[in-house]
């Protein structure tokens, strides 16, 4: 992926997509097939105010953000298209109040129909997995 390539993705996914600039998302690497973000925590994620844990819904609608950037990383025009078909999402544990790093990688790109696996990490651990088909269509 050239560079002006990868510096147009990157201010498309901190910048331009206004749920990515309200999460405070920062692209750590990008590559087409695979993207790395962090996420900042902040009071207004929480999902359990008694343990101040992400909310889970928030780590599941991050985990297909970062499968849509990959759909995203192999688009060869601006027409093309991504939609989400199916998301599943692992809760392996709980993610307490530190912010969360993002990862995601290509699994199978067919004609129409792209997958991709997520995981969400803290620290050593890693809080969620997950699996993304999208519909991917080329203009």
Same mark, same amino acid.
């Given at each position: #992926?050239?560079? &002006?390539?990868?510096?147009?993705?990157?201010?498309?996914?901190e910048e331009d997509i206004p749920i990515h600039k309200y999460f405070g998302l920062k692209v750590e690497a990008i590559e087409k097939g695979?993207?790395?973000?962090?996420?900042? %925590?902040? !009071?207004?994620? $929480?999902?359990?105010?008694?343990?101040?844990?992400?909310?889970? @819904?928030?780590?599941?609608?991050?985990? +297909?953000?970062? =499968? @849509?950037? &990959?759909?995203?990383?192999?688009?060869?025009?601006?027409?093309?298209?991504?939609? /989400? &078909?199916?998301?599943?999402? +692992?809760?392996? /544990? %709980?993610?307490? =109040?530190?912010?969360?790093? %993002?990862?995601?990688?290509?699994?199978? #790109? @067919?004609?129409?129909?792209?997958?991709?696996? #997520?995981?969400? &990490?803290?620290?050593?651990? $890693? $809080?969620?997995? @997950? !699996?993304?088909?999208?519909?991917?269509?080329?203009?």
């Amino acid at each position: #992926m050239d560079t &002006i390539t990868k510096e147009r993705l990157i201010r498309l996914a901190e910048e331009d997509i206004p749920i990515h600039k309200y999460f405070g998302l920062k692209v750590e690497a990008i590559e087409k097939g695979f993207i790395k973000v962090k996420v900042p %925590f902040r !009071k207004d994620l $929480v999902g359990d105010i008694r343990t101040n844990h992400w909310h889970g @819904g928030i780590i599941a609608l991050i985990l +297909d953000t970062i =499968g @849509g950037a &990959i759909g995203i990383t192999n688009f060869k025009s601006p027409e093309d298209k991504l939609s /989400t &078909i199916d998301l599943r999402v +692992d809760y392996l /544990t %709980f993610a307490d =109040g530190k912010d969360l790093i %993002f990862e995601g990688k290509l699994v199978r #790109m @067919g004609n129409r129909i792209m997958v991709a696996k #997520m995981k969400a &990490i803290q620290g050593e651990s $890693v $809080v969620a997995e @997950g !699996k993304g088909v999208y519909n991917f269509i080329r203009a």
